[in-house]
């Protein structure tokens, strides 16, 4: 599965799950993972210590296993969003973005590498290429790279029209974190208000032929996100699942021992 295997399931119209990878770096990881079902994995940069280079043997085992690997960046650096895109490939989730015009710097930055400076300014200017050999170039070398846009701000959602607007976004990614701080109702993703902003960002960007999803780690919430439309979701992540999976197993075993739940193992 690579970046462009994504794009050509999400033009079918198909859905794609994924989760990240917050701390996983060893790249033996991956041979427990299904063989089937999961299309992606995102490697975080952001909101962790971990860099690029800690990630990178993880991607090429995911990538033996036809698994497309994406890296959340840390920041919205055009330069860095090349240098991850060389490094991974199958793609970038670039987060917290507002703003249309930088948007397309991004996209630039990923889609039309090696190009820089005053070429690049052409192409984004008019989409004059040096050559048509430079296009046919760049168009081979890009041809893997998934762009993934993180909608997070109530700022983002008044300029979403704009943002869809700019060509070469294969997905957008909902943050519930920071979107329910902004609209001042922290961590409430159940809430009303919350839920029908998800479903007007999960709209407008269908009405551009852009998938969008949401991060979450709740089943019913992730299930919910589906019925609304979402075909881009990945679920969880590797901190959460060991959270989630070993007080379960604790529990279980607990039970067999005939010991309560408040009894230590």
């Not at 690997?69 to 507002?98: I, K, M, Q, S, T």
Request: charged share 25%; aromatic share 6%.
């Amino acid at each position: 599965m690579s970046g462009k295997r994504l794009k050509e399931k999400l033009t079918a119209g198909e859905p794609v799950f994924g989760t990240f990878f917050q701390y996983t770096t060893n790249p033996a990881v991956v041979q427990i993972l299904p063989t089937r079902g999961l299309d992606f994995v995102i490697v975080n940069t952001e909101h962790n210590h971990l860099d690029l280079a800690d990630f990178l043997p993880l991607a090429w085992a995911l990538r033996a296993r036809d698994i497309a690997c994406l890296v959340r960046l840390h920041n919205r650096d055009a330069d860095d969003v090349a240098r991850a895109c060389d490094a991974f490939p199958d793609g970038v989730v670039v987060p917290y973005v507002e703003d249309a015009a930088e948007l397309r710097r991004l996209v630039a930055a990923a889609k039309c590498r090696p190009l820089k400076g005053a070429a690049l300014e052409q192409v984004l200017a008019g989409g004059d290429f040096p050559s048509p050999k430079s296009r046919a170039y760049i168009d081979d070398k890009c041809a893997n790279t998934f762009f993934c846009a993180m909608i997070e701000s109530v700022h983002a959602v008044e300029n979403l029209e704009a943002i869809c607007a700019v060509p070469g976004i294969d997905a957008l990614l909902i943050g519930p974190n920071d979107l329910t701080v902004s609209m001042g109702i922290p961590e409430e993703r159940d809430h009303p208000d919350f839920v029908r902003m998800t479903q007007r960002i999960i709209d407008m960007a269908a009405a551009r032929g852009i998938a969008a999803g949401a991060h979450f780690s709740q089943l019913d919430h992730a299930k919910r996100l589906i019925a609304q439309g979402a075909r881009f979701i990945p679920f969880s992540s590797d901190l959460r699942l060991l959270q989630r999976g070993i007080p379960e197993f604790l529990d279980a075993l607990g039970a067999a021992a005939g010991m309560s739940k408040e009894q230590p193992i």
